[in-house]
């Protein structure tokens, strides 16, 4: 069972469209990360959000933590074939450990 | 600086061999994490070290599985006897404090 479920699993979309990947969980964290991991390679953290309601933006990415700080979501505009990748969220569950969700396959097709 | 490093990049073993894989944290790091990644379960957090001390191995499937850290600069994870179902990626990261956690690019282990 997954402390964090991401949705959609899979996603695949024509350059310049927009999109929006979910994490959701049951339990509280006092932050929440993203990362982005393509293949061959670890995952690379893109933002760490902390309050509750943060918004954040990197460029074309904005990331937000809900109020309650139970979920996030990652929105992308005008999506690159440079966005293609494996989306990670990932929960500070206690002081040191982060729980990693199930994670959203993105191909952004040219 | 190199980033965390990760020996060997592949690994092909039969069932019951010893598999040792090795991680180099980037220089200052006093965090270390051995993770493990599989299409079923996704990226699971195994083992973390502080100032070379096992803090937390709750994630550590079986006694099969160990890990050490003998100095600041090298870790190791060893599963003895390995079983096809040990197949998987497996990364180390480190980080310094509260600081971003960096990922080697990982082991890619097959246990046939």
């Known amino acids: 069972t997954q402390l964090l479920e991401q949705s959609p699993q899979f996603l695949s979309i024509q350059e310049g469209e927009n999109l929006t990947v979910y994490c959701n969980s049951s339990s509280v964290f006092s932050s929440l990360q993203w990362y982005r991991q393509e293949p061959g390679e670890g995952p690379v953290l893109l933002v760490t959000v902390v309050t509750g309601g943060e918004v954040k933006k990197l460029k074309r990415l904005t990331f937000q933590f809900g109020d309650a700080r139970k979920d996030s979501s990652l929105h992308i505009t005008a999506a690159q074939p440079g966005d293609t990748g494996l989306y990670l969220c990932a929960g500070l569950y206690n002081f040191n450990k982060f729980y990693f969700g199930s994670g959203t396959k993105l191909n952004v097709k040219p | 600086d190199a980033g965390v490093i990760q020996s060997p990049r592949h690994e092909v073993t039969e069932m019951g061999q010893e598999v040792t894989l090795r991680c180099k944290p980037i220089s200052g790091h006093d965090y270390l994490f051995w993770y493990r990644q599989t299409m079923m379960r996704g990226l699971e957090l195994l083992i973390y070290f502080n100032n070379n001390v096992p803090i937390d191995d709750s994630g550590m499937p079986e006694d099969r599985f160990s890990a050490k850290m003998p100095n600041a600069s090298f870790s190791t994870l060893k599963i003895q006897p390995s079983e096809p179902r040990d197949s998987a990626v497996y990364f180390c990261?480190?980080?310094?404090?509260?600081?971003?956690?960096?990922f080697g690019p990982g082991t890619r282990l097959l246990v046939l």
């Open positions: 990261a480190s980080r310094q404090g509260t600081q971003t956690q960096y």
